[in-house]
Nanobody
């Protein structure tokens, strides 16, 4: 089992920045791919970004490319999401996910952290 806890969400004006953190605990004696997703009211959860187990490869949704940066500190079991140039449409609950199954789906999810961007 892996437990994920997100933090760092909040209210920010358009153009501002936030840094989200996702701390992993539990069975963290091995490395695994991790990702961030988000969900806005009335919309389906959407992929934001992922990072491989050693942080060598990252994949971004087109909507956040050039504005968001994912990184990880395996010594601390933490993944970060630096969000710059935030837009009102980035408003959502952001979820951290870890460990892909054989179908490529994430198995473990955090509880989410709210990000609200005001115009």
């Amino acid at each position: 089992q892996v437990q994920l806890v997100e933090s760092g969400g909040g209210l920010v004006q358009a153009g501002g920045s936030l840094r989200l953190s996702c701390a992993a605990s539990g069975r963290v004696n091995r490395r695994y791919d991790m990702g961030w997703f988000r969900q806005s009211p009335g919309k389906e959860r959407e992929f934001v970004v992922s990072i491989d187990s050693i942080g060598g490869s990252t994949y971004y949704a087109d909507s956040v490319k050039g504005r968001f940066t994912i990184s990880r500190d395996n010594s601390k079991n933490v993944v970060y999401l630096q969000m710059n140039s935030l837009k009102p449409e980035d408003t959502a609950v952001y979820y951290c996910a870890a460990v892909r199954n054989v179908l490529g789906q994430y198995v473990y999810w955090g509880q989410g952290t709210q990000v609200t961007v005001s115009s």
